[in-house]
């Protein structure tokens, strides 16, 4: 089985949570749409979506935030695009607006002349972010294969714990199982967050340094078959609903 675990087992959401972060929480346990794409220059990527939140919300969207990716790479301009929903009917019901709302369709081909579309993936959140809403965030992808769904799940509930109970609890391990992600499928989605890349890299530091991180983590490298990708995204936050 694959896992997505978008951060160390930690998607760093580095921009979700910064020292301009939104105050409170919200419920992301619905579902979650990402596009891959490549552009021409990610910065003006993100900034035509902040500058078009009106069109955005049409698609009835929770959150919606765009990855730029530092490492693990496969060309410049990799990014991803992400669109939380609160849940898979109201994701799948986003798709129909994209394809029947005019002013959406003028809006996409627009951002075709700056991007090159790699692909779009559908998930169900299974382990959902539970910290603050942020603006900007660093994030881990990785994706796996497990023979253990289960046991795999526990061990990195396990390893969020440990972090938590360490002077991490800035962090967050999100899981997801994708659905409807094309020939690249992958069981499982794992997102950590944590406040920016710097904080991402101390995760890092501390699962080869101390002997809790190692132990926790011993769990999910036993639970796990084989990695399949591996990216790290600096991340931020262009549209939220509430």
Avoid at 7 to 25: I, P, Q, T, V
Avoid at 78 to 97: C, I, K, R
Avoid at 173 to 181: H, T
Avoid at 221 to 236: H, P, Q
């Amino acid at each position: 089985m694959k896992f997505w675990i978008l951060s160390l087992f930690f998607m760093s959401y580095g921009s979700l949570s910064s020292a301009d972060n939104h105050e409170g929480s919200i419920d992301l346990s619905g579902a979650m749409t990402t596009i891959n794409l490549i552009a021409k220059n990610p910065s003006n990527y993100i900034a035509q979506l902040k500058s078009n939140t009106d069109v955005i919300s049409a698609s009835g969207t929770l959150l919606a935030g765009a990855c730029i990716a530092v490492s693990g790479n496969e060309m410049p301009g990799e990014m991803q695009v992400f669109n939380f929903y609160p849940s898979m009917e109201a994701a799948f019901a986003g798709y129909e607006v994209q394809l029947s709302n005019a002013a959406m369709q003028d809006f996409t081909s627009n951002l075709d002349d700056i991007r090159v579309l790699k692909g779009w993936e559908t998930s169900r959140v299974i382990m959902a972010y539970e910290g603050e809403l942020l603006d900007t965030f660093a994030t881990r992808t990785l994706s796996i294969d497990t023979d253990n769904p289960q046991t795999y799940l526990e061990a990195v509930t396990n390893l969020k714990e440990a972090y938590h109970a360490n002077g991490y609890e800035d962090i967050s391990l999100d899981i997801y199982q994708p659905i409807g992600a094309g020939s690249n499928l992958s069981d499982y989605q794992v997102i950590a967050v944590a406040p920016d890349l710097a904080r991402l890299g101390a995760m890092f530091d501390a699962l080869y340094s101390t002997d809790w991180a190692q132990e926790a983590f011993s769990g999910v490298a036993a639970s796990r078959s084989a990695y399949v990708t591996d990216k790290i995204y600096k991340c931020e936050t262009v549209y939220q609903s509430m």
